[in-house]
Nanobody, 125 residues
């Protein structure tokens, strides 16, 4: 069973940047079609932030982060990254990564599995 571990979260001021990493215990391509980043703030539903396919040539971004976040992957390192720039307080949440297969939905996480434990991102002055 593939395991995913998120890292890179922390406290940052508005307008700052963070790079999150999603490290897999093994290559994910045989199990999943894509890797996605999701976030969930207190009292909020899970929100799909960004997804990337196995080759890395197709991506998805939610409207709220498009133009500010960039997803990428290094398959040699079994790692997917999320570069977050121009961070806003509303970006504060626990960020999780997961693998999607078949009829997965990057918008809400349906069809995703191997969820990591998450990494906390807090954007505050």
């Amino acid at each position: 069973q593939v395991q995913l571990v998120e890292s890179g979260g922390g406290l940052v001021q508005p307008g700052g940047s963070l790079r999150l990493s999603c490290a897999a215990s093994e290559p994910t391509q045989d199990y999943y079609d894509a890797i996605g980043w999701f976030r969930q703030g207190p009292g909020k539903e899970r929100e799909g932030v960004s997804c990337i396919n196995n080759r890395g040539d197709s991506t998805y971004y939610s409207d709220s982060v498009k133009g500010r976040f960039t997803i990428s992957r290094d398959n040699a390192k079994n790692t997917v990254y999320l570069q977050m720039n121009s961070l806003k307080p509303e970006d504060s949440a626990v960020y999780l990564c997961a693998g999607g297969r078949g009829g997965q939905s990057c918008r809400n996480g349906d069809g995703f599995g191997s969820w990591g434990q998450g990494t906390q991102v807090t954007v505050s002055s």
